[in-house]
């Protein structure tokens, strides 16, 4: 029995090797203002890694340094994810993380030489301008409210920022609150007191009138003419 000779002929078809994306530094959660870098590690192979978020409105990102700015406050998780494309030798790979922005805190004091410690001596009647002063730089987009507790409307009236003392409280003092409200809501709102120590007006100093000699005529007119 006799064979030709011949040969046998197959494809192989290798494929890309597969790799995985890891943190080494992992997005965590942010205070609106800040700044944070996250960074990825490939297990294996070269190739570039990029960075994005699925949402620009509350924060943006680098896509080559992998740094985060927190430009909104958001209690949604943002997603960040970090990419390297495919080679000849190795499939892409990608690792997503997440993150949510929280209010940034702000620093007031008082202004017009009020004080968080010590009170406010006013006497009955006396009118004075509340003001409040940021100390956080850059800051100024805010709104600010001032009252007294209910028991204490009495004594104390607060129109827009100007405080009037309207009856005397002799028992204690008038705690008067300022309450800062972000306009964007990317700040805590901020709420400090002061005190006013109500006063009587001194009445002690005499006023003395000079005589006054009025002459009248007949019909009984005042004729100096007052």
């Not at 494929?15 to 080494?24: A, E, M, N, Q, V």
């Not at 204490?152 to 409280?169: A, E």
């Not at 964007?184 to 000699?213: A, L, P, W």
């Amino acid at each position: 029995c006799q064979y030709e000779g011949g040969k046998i002929t197959k494809k192989l078809t290798v494929g890309r090797k597969g790799r995985t994306l890891s943190w080494s530094t992992a997005p965590s959660d942010m205070i609106y203002g800040n700044t944070q870098t996250v960074a990825a590690t490939v297990s294996e192979g070269e190739g570039t890694i990029t960075y994005s978020i699925d949402d620009n409105t509350y924060a943006t990102i680098n896509s080559s340094t992998g740094e985060i700015t927190a430009i909104g406050v958001t209690t949604m998780p943002i997603t960040v994810t970090a990419t390297i494309s495919q080679t000849e030798q190795y499939e892409s790979a990608s690792v997503i993380g997440k993150f949510i922005i929280t209010p940034a805190s702000a620093d007031f004091e008082w202004g017009n030489g009020w004080s968080s410690t010590v009170a406010r001596e006013m006497d009955y009647q006396a009118s004075e301008t509340l003001r409040v002063v940021c100390r956080t730089e850059g800051y100024s987009d805010y709104s600010v409210t001032y009252s007294v507790a209910d028991g204490d409307k009495q004594y104390v009236n607060i129109t827009d920022s100007v405080v009037t003392v309207t009856k005397v409280k002799s028992s204690a003092n008038v705690t008067v609150t300022a309450t800062i409200s972000d306009n964007n809501g990317n700040y805590s709102d901020f709420v400090f007191e002061t005190e006013i120590q109500t006063n009587k007006i001194d009445v002690s100093d005499e006023f003395i009138f000079s005589d006054v000699t009025l002459t009248y005529n007949g019909a009984g007119e005042n004729l100096d003419g007052h």
